[in-house]
Structures are given as C-alpha cells and as structure tokens.
T-cell receptor, first 112, second 112 residues
Framework: GENVEQHPSTLSVQEGDSAVIKCTYS??????FPWYKQELGKGPQLIID?????GEKKDQRIAVTLNKTAKHFSLHITETQPEDSAVYFC???????????FGTGTRLQVTL | DVKVTQSSRYLVKRTGEKVFLECVQD?????MFWYRQDPGLGLRLIYF???????EKGDIPEGYSVSREKKERFSLILESASTNQTSMYLC???????????FGPGTRLTVT
C-alpha cells in the first residue's frame, strides 16, 4: 500500500520568514495530494490540494509543488504569521474510494 | 460549508465497555471515514464506507466495527474497549471519487 513520509516533524521559524514542509510518497499511481492544518483542539482543515496533472498551485501565502518523477511534494508558506502555528499533515490518494494515506505531521511554530 | 459533527468531544469509558462514537455530515457525501490520531503516528484509517450499509476495512480495523444505516450517519463501535484504544478519533466525509475529505472536531476517548 501507499506510504507517505513527512519531514521535519517540528519546525520553528520567525514571523515573516518562510516555512517548507516536505513529503514523499511510494505509490506512483497516487494522483491527489491534499494538505491539512490542525489547530489545537480542532479537526484537520484542508488548506490546499494538488492533482498529479499540475506541478504547482498557489493560494495567497501558501503554495504546493509536486515532483511526480521524484515522488515528492512540498508545502511552502511565505511571510509566516503567529496564526500559522499548527500541525500540518500531507496526504496522498490513489483515487480508490477517496482513501487518503497521511504523513505523520509537522508541528510548525511561528515565533515573534 | 461542509459540516461534520461528532457526538462527543470528550469521553471516558472503562475497560470492557461497549463504546459508540457517532458522526453526522450534512453535505450528502457518499464517503465517510473513521481515523484515529496518535502522537507521532499521524492519522490512521480504521474503516470507511462508500455507501449506505457498505463498509471496508482500513489499516487498523482490529477491535472496531462500524455501522452506516443512513447516508449522513456513520458510527464507530468499540465492542470491548481496551486501554490501547485511548486516542483521538476523527470522522471525515467526502464526495464519491478522488477529492478532499472534511473532518469533524474529533472525540478524545480515554479508556481506564
């Protein structure tokens, strides 16, 4: 089955700096890659997603890049703010009944 | 907006008890999922359902069962709760096919 690895497990950046979280996947048939943000005491919330026919997608300060050849995808957050502090999860899906395989999460802390 | 609700935010049960966790979604989604979330392990799929009365095992189904009698409701059942089932339980739903899953706020279950 699919295996998703996520790095780093923790990341501390200063406000205004950029943050990058990287994930690799094992199943070359995977074709959908969402990113979730989980704040304390809440369920994960979708922040951005990308499909395998696209190499990059941006939404304001957030961007995701996908390298199908290397089987990795990354989340980029620019101009970080304290409210970006949360746990971020990547996931991959092969499209079978929308099943997702999640990475183990990255705890991002944005310091003032 | 998609809304996924879970019956309890916090639950404390004793070893051996039968436990029911309820999840309801209001967006007419075909797919529903149950995950457990543990530190350092990310989200792991317990069971999912792609239609009423249909269910499929996820990655860690042992000790759990599910029920889906109506499209909007998906129940997770712990037949005989054990301490190693202490965890955060997350429900999600999605449309048929590959796409985003929408999560509820989670139920933190403690088994003593």
């Amino acid at each position: 089955g699919e295996n998703v690895e996520q790095h780093p497990s923790t990341l501390s950046v200063q406000e205004g700096d950029s943050a990058v979280i990287k994930c690799t996947y094992s199943d070359s048939a995977s074709n959908y890659f969402p990113w979730y943000k989980q704040e304390l005491g809440k369920g994960p919330q979708l922040i951005i997603d990308i499909r395998s026919n696209v190499g990059e997608k941006k939404d304001q300060r957030i961007a995701v890049t996908l390298n199908k050849t290397a089987k990795h995808f990354s989340l980029h957050i620019t101009e970080t703010q304290p409210e970006d502090s949360a746990v971020y999860f990547c996931a991959a899906s092969t499209g079978t009944a929308s099943k997702l395989t999640f990475g183990t999460g990255t705890r991002l802390q944005v310091t003032l | 907006d998609v809304k996924v609700t879970q019956s309890s935010r916090y639950l404390v049960k004793r070893t051996g008890e039968k436990v029911f966790l309820e999840c309801v979604q209001d967006m007419d989604h075909e797919n529903m999922f149950w995950y457990r979330q543990d530190p350092g392990l990310g989200l792991r799929l317990i069971y999912f359902s792609y239609d009423v009365k249909m269910k499929e095992k996820g990655d860690i189904p042992e000790g759990y069962s599910v029920s889906r009698e109506k499209k909007e409701r998906f129940s997770l059942i712990l037949e005989s709760a054990s301490t190693n089932q202490t965890s955060m339980y997350l429900c999600a739903s999605s449309l048929m096919g590959t796409g985003p899953q929408y999560f509820g706020p989670g139920t933190r279950l403690t088994v003593t």
